[in-house]
């Protein structure tokens, strides 16, 4: 019995997680039925019915799948909400890891040191920009300024109002058809600017990373903190972002004009 491309999908995604293709394989397919043995789960995964008891033993140590020790032997996947509870604890416990040894990595100094104030970084992934934006906020002192074109993520909109309750001035508006609105998030002030010069110009002239880019967000952290961030093109090129540091850096002096009412 084949997979479906769901199932094959699903698959690929626990890999991610550290499982390995039969073992991914036979927990999907143990996941479609209330139990199996091993003959049954290789004609529901198309896993040799040989390496069925490898996997299964694996997924057993890793608590995914339970066994009862009958003639023959019979296996069942554990409830998907205990197995997402298990490969996060799995996943945090690596990440935990891999951060406690690179932390215990020597540093070594160069010579040659680039000065702040010229400071433009590109950052690519969906993921890895918005994880950029938390921090970004999370770690403001004064003043945020957002401006986004698609929507603001329920992750950024918490640390929008984490940043609120800590003091910190926050705005932030949002394009959409209808003009500028206020992202509906506790405590977070209207952005008040004039959004036509945004329109007008499109994506900044700085380290254009590709001529379909589309400008969705600006932000400037404490005036002295600035990202730029463009949308998939048609092409296929991932999510990109700018990041400057400095308060004379070109960038953040551009998005800083960019946010500032004009009746300031």
Not at 42 to 68: C, F, H, K, M, W
Not at 211 to 230: F, I, K, M, P, Q
Not at 236 to 262: K, S
Request: with cysteine; proline share 5%; aromatic share 4%.
């Amino acid at each position: 019995m084949n997979d479906t491309g769901t199932s094959a999908d699903v698959v690929e995604q626990l890999q991610q997680f550290g499982l390995k293709t039969y073992e991914a394989q036979c927990f999907v397919a143990l996941s479609r039925v209330p139990q199996a043995t091993a003959r049954e789960i290789s004609e529901i995964s198309d896993v040799p019915r040989t390496r069925v008891y490898d996997a299964v033993e694996v997924l057993e140590t890793n608590g995914l799948v339970t066994v009862q020790h009958t003639n023959p032997q019979v296996f069942r996947a554990v409830e998907i909400s205990e197995a997402v509870d298990t490969l996060r604890r799995t996943y945090e416990s690596r990440l935990r890891s891999v951060e406690e040894s690179l932390e215990t990595i020597d540093p070594i100094t160069l010579e040659e040191t680039t000065d702040v104030e010229t400071e433009v970084w590109s950052l690519s992934g969906a993921e890895a920009i918005t994880t950029r934006i938390e921090r970004l906020l999370s770690a403001a002192d004064s003043e945020v300024r957002l401006l986004a074109a698609t929507g603001v993520d329920d992750s950024v909109a918490g640390e929008l109002a984490a940043a609120a309750d800590r003091g910190v001035t926050t705005a932030a508006g949002v394009i959409d058809d209808d003009g500028l609105s206020t992202p509906d998030v506790p405590a977070v002030d209207s952005l008040g600017i004039d959004v036509s010069p945004v329109d007008e110009l499109g994506f900044p002239p700085v380290a254009l990373p590709s001529a379909e880019a589309v400008l969705s967000s600006l932000l400037l952290v404490d005036g002295r903190r600035a990202l730029v961030r463009t949308t998939p093109t048609p092409t296929g090129d991932n999510e990109r972002a700018i990041c400057a540091a400095g308060e004379t850096n070109g960038v953040v002096v551009f998005v800083h004009h960019l946010l500032t009412p004009i009746n300031r």
